[in-house]
């Protein structure tokens, strides 16, 4: 009987076995919900991906055949050839399925791990810098910055001027003026 009152009586198992039950119920679906996501989100990468190798591959081949008119027809092959190239490249990438991509993904990462780091990194710079250029519209050039320039980058301070500010007034009416333009920031690279 004191086994039951540790047990928590019986027909009940231990707390923490629901517990660790729940969660494992809960990890296993959400991990479904990801991995159909990831399948989605690959589905739709491929199906882009493989316009944008066709598109490449138009583009070429239209670029081969001006080649071919002014340069002659052996520089226009090896263009054909760079564009036949990306032709075979969309093609295969639009038989696959997202499991295929997927395991090609992992057996590159075995076999290169070094080409697979790389690619990471590369692909991680790019994205950390379209959610920076996202996240300031300042840095995209979309308007002045803090350090009042348009570009974005330091230098001096411009003052915003109107029509008046600009437009000569006539002597003796007190008005003279004329643009002036702060000095540079001190904390300004130069």
């Given at each position: 009987?004191?086994?039951?009152?540790?047990?928590?009586?019986?027909?009940?198992?231990?707390?923490?076995?629901?517990a660790?039950?729940?969660?494992s119920?809960?990890?296993?679906?959400?991990?479904d919900q990801?991995?159909?996501?990831?399948?989605?989100?690959?589905?739709?990468?491929k199906?882009?991906?493989?316009?944008?190798?066709?598109?490449?591959a138009s583009?070429?081949?239209?670029?081969?055949?001006?080649?071919?008119?002014?340069l002659?027809?052996?520089?226009?092959?090896y263009?054909h050839?760079?564009?036949d190239?990306f032709?075979?490249?969309a093609?295969?990438?639009?038989?696959?399925?997202?499991?295929?991509?997927?395991?090609?993904?992992?057996?590159?990462?075995?076999?290169?791990?070094?080409?697979?780091?790389?690619?990471?990194?590369?692909?991680?710079?790019?994205?950390?810098?379209?959610?920076?250029?996202?996240?300031?519209?300042?840095?995209?050039?979309?308007?002045?910055s803090?350090?009042?320039?348009e570009?974005?980058?330091?230098?001096?301070?411009?003052?915003?001027?109107?029509?008046?500010?600009a437009?000569?007034?006539?002597?003796?009416?007190?008005?003279?003026?004329?643009?002036?333009?702060?000095p540079?920031?001190?904390?300004?690279?130069?």
């Amino acid at each position: 009987m004191a086994t039951e009152n540790l047990n928590g009586g019986e027909g009940r198992g231990n707390p923490f076995d629901s517990a660790r039950r729940a969660f494992s119920d809960t990890a296993s679906t959400l991990t479904d919900q990801v991995g159909e996501r990831a399948r989605e989100y690959t589905v739709q990468g491929k199906d882009q991906a493989v316009e944008a190798l066709d598109n490449v591959a138009s583009l070429i081949g239209d670029a081969a055949a001006q080649v071919s008119e002014r340069l002659g027809d052996q520089y226009g092959s090896y263009i054909h050839q760079a564009a036949d190239a990306f032709t075979g490249l969309a093609d295969s990438l639009r038989q696959k399925d997202a499991d295929q991509l997927f395991n090609d993904a992992r057996a590159l990462v075995r076999n290169s791990p070094a080409v697979a780091l790389a690619t990471a990194a590369a692909v991680g710079f790019v994205v950390a810098r379209i959610v920076k250029s996202g996240l300031n519209p300042a840095a995209a050039g979309n308007g002045p910055s803090a350090t009042g320039t348009e570009s974005g980058t330091a230098g001096p301070r411009k003052r915003n001027t109107t029509a008046t500010d600009a437009a000569p007034q006539p002597a003796g009416t007190g008005g003279e003026t004329s643009v002036q333009h702060a000095p540079p920031a001190a904390d300004s690279e130069v």
